[in-house]
């Protein structure tokens, strides 16, 4: 735990009625505490850095004004989260942020009283709060409830989904709008602060509110009335200002752009509107990590930057090792590249991860042909398909648990067509500190039943770069390949392009008593497995001969290495980076079954629980898939 003792107010606070105990000139020196307190933590244990700084103000406004755990705060996304984390009762546990067993990584109910709801993905905050909004109506809670959603995460499409219904459903709900990159409002002139300060000054807020409850008393005004007042209200507003709004006509009330660093403006506004009956909207604007000059100068970098010095600003990458393997996501982006300069149909597209995943490689040298669509998950897919259809070779890249989301357009907009299109998961199996939101546990066996599609997974950089070159080659369907986050397992991981047969694996080692049937990079920790098995039999007197087989595909899966393990052994071991239920071990299983093939199978893989935290090693061992649970297997079985 970083040392706050000389942190004149932070020290003092364990939870928000403490905070509430301040004089509101006090906020700001908080303010720099906390953003301080944050810095200091996470230069030892990273996280994400840049979306916490730019929201502290926002933050500590809101547990000021609002009466959390009872008012609702339901943050989007949740990498802006920190500050609310050590407001709210985990100041001293903070330093186990994202560590196993520690602090989780995104704000939960599971945790904390104050974290409202599930967070890890984007653009589902108003959504929920509209729910508990209406139910606080329901049960005649006088609750305010608040969702807080960046402007990245206002381009998924559930947000505008959940906007649209909020302006139809009675509700008293607050959208803060965190405005931190992409101007929806261009902030013009006096007309705009003025119209600014009357429409958050109280005496005009109590005036109108008394005139509104007189009109409905006398039967003048009604709802749709209201309504319509708003929306000419908005009208005005956007003509006075020369200022658009993509919230005009939506019945919701709109404030805003404000200041999001000045802490006592914001108290201000949020003690005036607080109490405004139906829908609103305030419009923040804010600043990546704001206070701390290398993160302003640089948000992308600084999003999750790891260790670092909080005083130079330097980050500490480890030296470089040449004998270390690249990223898979490394090798993804310059394969991409080499691929695209051979084939000019190639496009690239992701929702809002093109560092992520490395694209950024292919859109430094070829910009019109790589697309940034936001985080847009079901877009990114359907975009891709509608290229696809004419004539195209999308490579849409998406993270595992992301595509999630775009389940229903994997299947209208590209299967049903059979169109020649490559979906590659990033981050597929256990991901690590990011917790059980963001692992890659179930595209296998969400994607298995969808006809026409080909599954795949390397077992390294090689296998990655052939089954690349393989997707894009003319009459391959929908083909996904999916790998892992982090580093693969071979230095020379350039090699010469090569077709892969379809649904064909390869059997990478001899055996007699037990066979191996591993899927992905999860392999190579399987060989190890292999290895650490056959030497403990040794050491015990007796032999153990195991056969290992890559499949490569899980869908069409290889039926010829099938037969042969059928043929040759009575026992199989499946390994798998993904759920249980529905992946390689229960197609495996299955064609055993449906021709009439009695073999004992043991599967590893993940269990039917939402996998903690921690690092990937850890996990892998909790969960019981790492060598030694896959040596103990062998023996076992």
Same mark, same amino acid.
């Given at each position: 735990?970083?040392?706050?003792?000389?942190?004149?107010?932070?020290?003092?606070?364990?939870?928000?009625?403490?905070l509430?105990?301040?004089?509101?000139?006090?906020?700001?020196?908080?303010?720099?505490?906390?953003?301080?307190? *944050?810095?200091?933590?996470?230069?030892?244990?990273?996280?994400?850095?840049a979306?916490?700084?730019?929201?502290?103000?926002l933050?500590v406004a809101?547990?000021?004004?609002?009466?959390?755990?009872?008012?609702?705060?339901?943050?989007d996304v949740?990498?802006?989260?920190?500050?609310h984390?050590?407001?709210?009762?985990?100041?001293?546990?903070?330093?186990?942020?994202?560590?196993?067993?520690?602090?989780?990584?995104?704000?939960?109910?599971?945790?904390?009283?104050y974290?409202t709801?599930?967070?890890?993905?984007?653009?589902n905050?108003?959504s929920?709060?509209l729910?508990m909004?209406?139910?606080?109506?329901l049960h005649?809670e006088?609750r305010?409830?608040?969702?807080?959603?960046?402007d990245?995460?206002?381009?998924?499409?559930l947000?505008?989904?959940?906007?649209?219904?909020?302006?139809?459903i009675?509700?008293?709900?607050?959208?803060?709008?965190?405005d931190n990159?992409?101007?929806?409002?261009?902030?013009?002139?006096?007309?705009?602060?003025?119209?600014?300060?009357?429409?958050t000054?109280?005496?005009?807020?109590?005036?109108?509110?008394?005139i509104?409850?007189?009109?409905?008393?006398?039967g003048?005004?009604?709802?749709?009335?209201?309504?319509?007042?708003?929306?000419?209200?908005?009208?005005?507003?956007?003509?006075l200002?020369?200022?658009?709004?993509m919230?005009?006509?939506?019945?919701?009330?709109?404030?805003?752009?404000?200041?999001?660093?000045?802490?006592?403006e914001?108290?201000?506004?949020f003690?005036?509107i607080?109490?405004?009956?139906?829908?609103?909207?305030?419009?923040?604007?804010?600043? %990546?990590?704001?206070?701390y000059?290398?993160?302003e100068?640089?948000?992308?970098?600084?999003?999750?930057?790891?260790?670092?010095?909080?005083?130079?600003g330097?980050?500490l990458?480890p030296?470089?090792?040449?004998?270390?393997?690249?990223?898979?996501?490394?090798?993804?982006?310059?394969?991409?590249?080499?691929?695209?300069?051979?084939?000019?149909?190639?496009?690239?597209?992701?929702?809002?991860?093109?560092t992520?995943?490395?694209m950024?490689?292919?859109?430094?040298?070829l910009?019109?042909?790589?697309?940034?669509?936001?985080?847009?998950?079901?877009?990114?897919?359907?975009?891709?398909?509608?290229?696809?259809?004419?004539?195209?070779?999308?490579f849409?890249?998406?993270?595992?648990s992301?595509?999630?989301?775009?389940?229903?357009?994997?299947?209208?907009?590209?299967?049903i067509?059979?169109?020649?299109?490559?979906?590659?998961?990033?981050?597929?199996?256990?991901?690590?500190?990011?917790?059980?939101t963001?692992?890659?546990?179930?595209?296998?066996?969400?994607?298995?039943?969808?006809?026409?599609?080909?599954?795949?997974?390397?077992?390294?950089?090689?296998e990655?770069?052939?089954?690349?070159?393989?997707?894009?080659?003319?009459g391959?369907?929908?083909?996904?390949?999916?790998?892992?986050?982090?580093?693969?397992?071979?230095?020379d991981?350039?090699?010469?392009?090569?077709?892969?047969?379809?649904?064909?694996g390869?059997?990478?080692?001899?055996?007699?008593?037990?066979?191996?049937?591993?899927?992905?990079?999860?392999?190579?920790?399987?060989?190890?497995? *292999?290895?650490?098995?056959?030497?403990k039999?040794?050491?015990?007197g007796?032999?153990?001969s195991?056969?290992h087989?890559?499949?490569?595909?899980?869908?069409?899966?290889d039926?010829?290495?099938?037969?042969?393990?059928?043929?040759?052994?009575d026992?199989?071991?499946?390994?798998?980076?993904?759920?249980?239920?529905?992946?390689?071990?229960?197609?495996?299983?299955?064609?055993?079954?449906?021709?009439? %093939?009695?073999?004992?199978?043991?599967r590893?893989?993940i269990?039917?629980?939402?996998v903690?935290?921690?690092t990937?090693?850890?996990?892998?061992?909790?969960?019981?898939?790492?060598?030694?649970?896959?040596?103990?297997?062998?023996?076992?079985?």
């Amino acid at each position: 735990m970083a040392d706050i003792s000389n942190f004149e107010l932070l020290s003092s606070i364990d939870d928000p009625s403490d905070l509430r105990k301040l004089e509101v000139r006090q906020l700001p020196q908080l303010c720099d505490e906390l953003r301080h307190d *944050i810095i200091n933590e996470l230069s030892v244990n990273p996280g994400h850095l840049a979306s916490s700084l730019g929201v502290v103000e926002l933050t500590v406004a809101l547990h000021y004004v609002y009466d959390t755990p009872y008012d609702r705060l339901v943050w989007d996304v949740g990498h802006q989260a920190y500050g609310h984390k050590i407001l709210t009762g985990r100041r001293k546990e903070f330093c186990t942020n994202r560590k196993l067993h520690g602090i989780r990584p995104f704000p939960s109910p599971l945790e904390s009283e104050y974290d409202t709801f599930t967070c890890g993905h984007a653009s589902n905050s108003i959504s929920a709060a509209l729910g508990m909004a209406v139910a606080a109506r329901l049960h005649g809670e006088k609750r305010n409830v608040v969702a807080i959603i960046g402007d990245g995460a206002m381009s998924g499409g559930l947000a505008f989904e959940g906007i649209n219904n909020a302006s139809a459903i009675p509700n008293d709900m607050l959208i803060i709008l965190n405005d931190n990159d992409m101007s929806i409002d261009k902030s013009v002139g006096g007309m705009r602060k003025y119209l600014l300060e009357l429409t958050t000054n109280d005496t005009y807020n109590a005036l109108r509110y008394k005139i509104s409850r007189k009109l409905f008393d006398w039967g003048i005004l009604n709802e749709n009335r209201r309504k319509g007042i708003i929306r000419f209200n908005n009208s005005v507003k956007s003509m006075l200002t020369k200022q658009k709004n993509m919230f005009e006509g939506m019945d919701i009330r709109y404030f805003g752009p404000v200041d999001g660093h000045d802490v006592v403006e914001l108290v201000r506004v949020f003690r005036v509107i607080k109490d405004m009956k139906g829908p609103k909207l305030l419009h923040v604007h804010t600043k %990546k990590g704001k206070g701390y000059k290398p993160a302003e100068k640089n948000a992308t970098v600084w999003h999750a930057p790891g260790r670092f010095d909080a005083m130079s600003g330097e980050i500490l990458v480890p030296d470089a090792d040449v004998s270390l393997p690249p990223k898979f996501q490394n090798v993804f982006g310059n394969t991409l590249l080499e691929l695209a300069q051979a084939n000019d149909k190639i496009v690239g597209v992701t929702p809002a991860m093109p560092t992520g995943c490395s694209m950024n490689i292919m859109m430094k040298a070829l910009p019109n042909r790589t697309f940034d669509v936001g985080i847009a998950e079901g877009h990114a897919v359907t975009f891709s398909a509608g290229m696809a259809k004419d004539g195209l070779m999308p490579f849409c890249n998406v993270y595992s648990s992301f595509m999630q989301r775009a389940y229903d357009n994997i299947i209208h907009d590209a299967a049903i067509l059979n169109l020649d299109m490559v979906l590659c998961l990033d981050r597929a199996g256990l991901v690590g500190e990011d917790g059980p939101t963001h692992h890659g546990a179930f595209d296998m066996a969400y994607l298995r039943p969808i006809p026409n599609l080909t599954i795949s997974s390397p077992y390294d950089e090689h296998e990655l770069r052939k089954l690349m070159y393989t997707a894009q080659l003319p009459g391959k369907g929908v083909f996904v390949i999916r790998y892992p986050r982090g580093r693969g397992s071979r230095i020379d991981w350039q090699c010469p392009f090569e077709e892969v047969p379809v649904g064909r694996g390869r059997k990478l080692k001899d055996g007699k008593d037990v066979a191996l049937l591993s899927i992905g990079p999860i392999g190579v920790e399987a060989a190890k497995g *292999i290895r650490l098995a056959e030497a403990k039999a040794s050491v015990e007197g007796r032999c153990l001969s195991v056969a290992h087989y890559d499949m490569r595909f899980l869908k069409p899966i290889d039926t010829h290495i099938l037969d042969e393990v059928a043929e040759k052994f009575d026992k199989v071991v499946t390994v798998e980076d993904g759920v249980l239920e529905g992946g390689l071990g229960s197609a495996v299983l299955e064609y055993f079954s449906d021709h009439g %093939k009695a073999l004992e199978v043991k599967r590893i893989g993940i269990p039917d629980t939402f996998v903690e935290h921690g690092t990937v090693e850890q996990l892998r061992k909790i969960v019981g898939m790492d060598k030694d649970a896959i040596s103990d297997a062998l023996l076992g079985i």
